[in-house]
């Protein structure tokens, strides 16, 4: 039994590596592959760099306008995390913790945004944007971001509010506090984890947004890194692909840090939202 039992575990152990292995694999090629030249990524696609040169990376910063779509995206990302943020914790404490009838139907209205596809939703976007004169501007990527990321948000941050104990708000109330003074002073600090699992799972996806960006921007002044990546494509589909796969790993970077630094936040703030205590 013992034996069988250490047997299932070692199985066990060598089909995690072996999956960790295989999502580890294309990240770690794509960083490789940046430090060879054109004719080295032709000749030997998947070996080693025979010399490592940074001289995609150099001429990724030189040649193009990487650091004006790491600008515009930095932008966009946090405008769209901090209105998230106060939007979502401020929606889902008003459904949990303050008496209205008409809390369950609002909450299963926000919770229906989750069921509508972005894509049928571009057309009349863009009319809309059009008519105001929104397009190619920073509000034209926040607006959408914004009000697709809602639903999900606010049904994780509801998902918590609903083990604060109601006797630790009435108590606040008791000294004085008012609602306001409530939220921000004493529900506020018990939702960190909470607010960064929300943070971390939309600026994976505002940061690598596509479609907004390429739909409502085309001045470059605007053009996000997603879109902006396209600029390495030349002429009949010619591609340096050095300097495709630098500029790649330099967008994915934060992407990366911001998982390892933050999985651990992450974990905590959907334990929170399940399991009471």
Same mark, same amino acid.
């Given at each position: 039994?013992?034996?069988?039992? *250490? =047997? ?17 694999? &294309?990240?770690?090629? /794509?960083?490789?592959?940046?430090? *060879? ?29 990487? !650091? ?15 209105? @998230?943020? #106060? =939007? ?16 369950? *139907?609002? !909450? =299963?209205? +926000? ?14 976007? +863009?009319?809309?944007?059009?008519? %105001?004169?929104?397009? $190619?501007?920073?509000?034209? /990527?926040?607006? &959408?971001?914004?009000?697709?990321? =809602? ?13 604060? &104990? ?16 409530? #939220? ?17 799972? $939309? ?8 479609? #907004? ?19 390495? @494509? ?27 630094? !933050?999985?651990? %936040? ?12």
């Amino acid at each position: 039994m013992l034996a069988t039992k *250490k =047997l299932s575990s070692s199985l066990l152990y060598i089909l995690v590596i072996a999956i960790l292995l295989i999502q580890i694999y &294309p990240v770690v090629w /794509l960083m490789l592959s940046s430090f *060879k030249s054109s004719i080295e990524l032709t000749t030997q696609p998947f070996a080693m760099p025979s010399s490592w040169s940074f001289e995609n990376y150099a001429s990724v910063f030189r040649e193009s306008s990487l !650091l004006l779509y790491i600008k515009n995206t930095a932008i966009v990302t946090f405008a769209c995390l901090a209105l @998230i943020i #106060f =939007l979502s914790a401020t929606a889902g404490f008003a459904l949990v913790k303050m008496i209205n009838r008409l809390n369950s *139907k609002l !909450l =299963l209205f +926000f919770t229906i945004g989750i069921m509508i596809p972005i894509q049928v939703t571009l057309i009349p976007l +863009f009319i809309m944007y059009k008519d %105001y004169g929104l397009l $190619n501007s920073y509000p034209a /990527l926040i607006l &959408p971001q914004v009000g697709f990321a =809602l639903p999900l948000s606010i049904l994780i941050f509801t998902s918590f509010y609903r083990y604060v &104990p109601g006797e630790l708000l009435e108590a606040a109330v008791i000294d004085g506090c008012n609602i306001y003074q409530v #939220f921000f002073r004493i529900v506020s600090p018990l939702t960190i984890n909470t607010t960064i699992t929300v943070a971390s799972i $939309n600026f994976i996806f505002i940061w690598n947004d596509f479609v #907004f960006s390429n739909t409502f921007t085309n001045d470059k002044a605007y053009k996000t890194i997603a879109v902006g990546l396209q600029e390495f @494509i030349g002429a009949f589909g010619a591609t340096d692909w050095g300097q495709t796969f630098a500029a790649i790993s330099i967008s994915i970077i934060p992407i990366i840090v911001t998982y390892l630094f !933050l999985n651990k %936040y992450v974990m905590a703030g959907v334990s929170d939202g399940a399991v009471k205590g």
